[in-house]
């Protein structure tokens, strides 16, 4: 994502008639006249530190720390917890890790930006490796909501043939394939970038930005074809897909069964539908600076909305990978309680600890005699809980049909 490092181009383009073509860009000795170097680049360039700096920092730091805790947890409870390991959470494990990749190594590098627009310190590699993550992780983010979504239409639309898409395997393979093809669609805007630097007439080493240096117009069609594909397409084929499930879920007869499906389908839904609310302006900002800097110029109506856009796409960039956890917490019951048992796990085990002896295990036996026609296990009035402090349960006098064993930890086990 070409963001803060770029506002400054505008200043270039508009002070030398130039669309987008910064490779050409030499300023002359001439131009510099009695004016420092660092007046000339203020000139050039803009200001080193963005005006915005302190209140958009403010609010990324409040999304960090939100996107950061909320999808570390969304992370623990799904692989420590057996009953969501399911293909749907599979795919929201796969947006959780998108998101964190996000907030711990991108949102630093825009950040930084902010405080300090030029010079660019960190090298090419590191300007490669910020292009490309914010590619790899648009493309991956988007993917992922899609097969997810066309797994939720097979599964309410088309239920028989889940036992085909519908599996952990499956759903693991997929996920194998969205991160591949992003990595490799990622190539082409990052080869794209690089460091630019100012010539007075020579290279001054000051002016150093993570900046378009390639064609122009190969950026361009880049970023024509990636919207369509990577946000019109996708939004348009899960826009269909939930009128088809929502045409699907409409019949009485549907709901009667299938009350639990259409739930999760409207967390999905939900989440689908702040996902492409957020990354909307992300790709309009794209578009925006491309056309003006491709066919139109850097007026001062066009400055002011640019900047509008830019600041908000930023905004809501980072917001999308911090509501998920918050959408989760608030649809879902079971990954409420999952949350909760995992940030409440320490304090419950210390409290069993003190209440009961972690080798003692309680056998339950019924308390009458047991007919040899008619047992009754589920009956839990008719079990009287025999302790054996040796741990030993093996008994000879009662079938296995009648035994339960519950370990200190309240796990039922049968026998």
Same mark, same amino acid.
């Not at 491309?290 to 600041?311: F, K, P, R």
């Given at each position: 994502?070409?963001?803060?490092?770029?506002?400054?181009?505008?200043?270039?383009?508009?002070?030398?008639?130039?669309?987008?073509?910064?490779?050409?860009?030499?300023?002359?000795?001439?131009?510099?006249?009695?004016?420092?170097?660092?007046?000339?680049?203020?000139?050039?360039?803009?200001?080193?530190?963005?005006? @915005?700096?302190?209140?958009?920092?403010? @609010?990324?730091?409040?999304?960090?720390?939100?996107?950061?805790?909320?999808?570390?947890?969304?992370?623990?409870?799904?692989?420590?917890?057996?009953?969501?390991?399911?293909?749907?959470?599979?795919?929201?494990?796969?947006?959780?890790?998108?998101?964190?990749?996000?907030?711990?190594?991108?949102?630093?590098?825009?950040?930084?930006?902010? +405080?300090?627009?030029?010079?660019?310190?960190?090298?090419?590699?590191?300007?490669?490796?910020?292009?490309?993550?914010?590619?790899?992780?648009?493309?991956?983010?988007?993917?992922?909501?899609? @097969?997810? *979504?066309?797994?939720?239409?097979?599964?309410?639309?088309?239920?028989?043939?889940?036992?085909?898409?519908?599996?952990?395997?499956?759903?693991?393979?997929?996920?194998?394939?969205?991160?591949?093809?992003?990595?490799?669609?990622?190539?082409?805007?990052?080869?794209?970038?690089?460091?630019?630097?100012?010539?007075?007439?020579?290279?001054?080493?000051?002016?150093?930005?993570?900046?378009?240096?390639?064609? $122009? +117009?190969?950026?361009?069609?880049?970023?024509?074809?990636?919207?369509?594909?990577?946000?019109?397409? $996708?939004?348009?084929?899960?826009?269909?897909?939930?009128?088809?499930?929502?045409?699907?879920?409409?019949?009485?007869?549907?709901?009667?069964?299938?009350?639990?499906?259409?739930?999760?389908?409207?967390?999905?839904?939900?989440?689908?539908?702040?996902?492409?609310?957020?990354?909307? $302006?992300?790709?309009?900002?794209?578009?925006?600076?491309?056309?003006?800097?491709?066919? *139109?110029? +850097?007026?001062?109506?066009?400055?002011?909305?640019?900047?509008?856009?830019?600041? !908000?796409?930023?905004?809501?960039?980072?917001?999308?990978?911090?509501?998920?956890?918050?959408?989760?917490?608030?649809?879902?019951?079971?990954?409420?309680?999952?949350?909760?048992?995992?940030?409440?796990?320490?304090?419950?085990?210390?409290?069993?600890?003190?209440?009961?002896?972690?080798?003692?295990?309680? !056998?339950?036996? $019924?308390?009458?005699?047991?007919?040899?026609?008619?047992?009754?296990?589920?009956?839990?009035?008719?079990?009287?809980?025999?302790?054996?402090?040796?741990?030993?349960?093996?008994?000879?006098?009662?079938?296995?049909?009648?035994?339960?064993?519950?370990?200190?930890?309240?796990?039922?086990?049968?026998?």
């Amino acid at each position: 994502m070409e963001k803060y490092c770029l506002d400054s181009l505008s200043n270039i383009s508009e002070q030398h008639g130039m669309f987008c073509n910064i490779t050409l860009l030499n300023v002359t000795g001439n131009d510099t006249g009695t004016k420092s170097i660092e007046d000339r680049l203020l000139e050039v360039l803009g200001p080193k530190r963005s005006p @915005v700096f302190l209140p958009i920092s403010l @609010v990324y730091l409040l999304i960090f720390l939100l996107g950061v805790s909320g999808n570390l947890l969304t992370c623990t409870v799904i692989s420590k917890h057996k009953k969501m390991c399911t293909p749907t959470n599979l795919y929201l494990f796969s947006l959780a890790v998108s998101d964190l990749l996000v907030l711990f190594f991108g949102m630093p590098l825009e950040i930084y930006d902010l +405080w300090q627009n030029y010079p660019f310190p960190f090298g090419e590699g590191v300007c490669y490796f910020k292009i490309f993550l914010f590619e790899t992780v648009c493309f991956a983010s988007i993917l992922n909501v899609t @097969v997810l *979504s066309v797994e939720r239409y097979i599964a309410v639309v088309h239920p028989l043939k889940t036992r085909y898409v519908a599996t952990n395997k499956h759903a693991k393979r997929v996920i194998s394939a969205v991160w591949v093809l992003s990595l490799v669609c990622a190539i082409p805007n990052t080869s794209l970038h690089g460091i630019y630097y100012l010539n007075l007439p020579e290279k001054v080493a000051e002016s150093a930005i993570c900046s378009l240096i390639g064609s $122009p +117009w190969i950026y361009n069609l880049v970023i024509l074809i990636t919207t369509a594909c990577f946000y019109i397409v $996708p939004v348009t084929v899960i826009t269909g897909l939930y009128l088809g499930i929502g045409i699907f879920t409409s019949v009485p007869q549907y709901n009667l069964r299938n009350h639990s499906e259409t739930l999760l389908c409207d967390k999905v839904s939900v989440v689908v539908l702040v996902f492409a609310i957020c990354w909307a $302006p992300f790709h309009i900002d794209r578009l925006l600076w491309s056309c003006i800097m491709q066919w *139109s110029a +850097w007026t001062d109506l066009n400055q002011a909305v640019y900047q509008c856009v830019h600041l !908000l796409s930023g905004i809501l960039f980072y917001l999308s990978s911090a509501v998920n956890p918050v959408i989760y917490n608030l649809l879902s019951t079971r990954f409420r309680e999952c949350f909760w048992d995992l940030v409440c796990t320490h304090t419950e085990d210390t409290t069993a600890g003190k209440d009961f002896t972690p080798s003692a295990k309680i !056998l339950l036996v $019924p308390s009458g005699p047991v007919p040899k026609t008619q047992a009754r296990p589920r009956d839990h009035n008719s079990l009287t809980p025999l302790l054996s402090p040796t741990g030993n349960t093996e008994i000879t006098t009662l079938t296995s049909k009648h035994l339960c064993v519950v370990d200190s930890d309240f796990t039922a086990t049968a026998f």
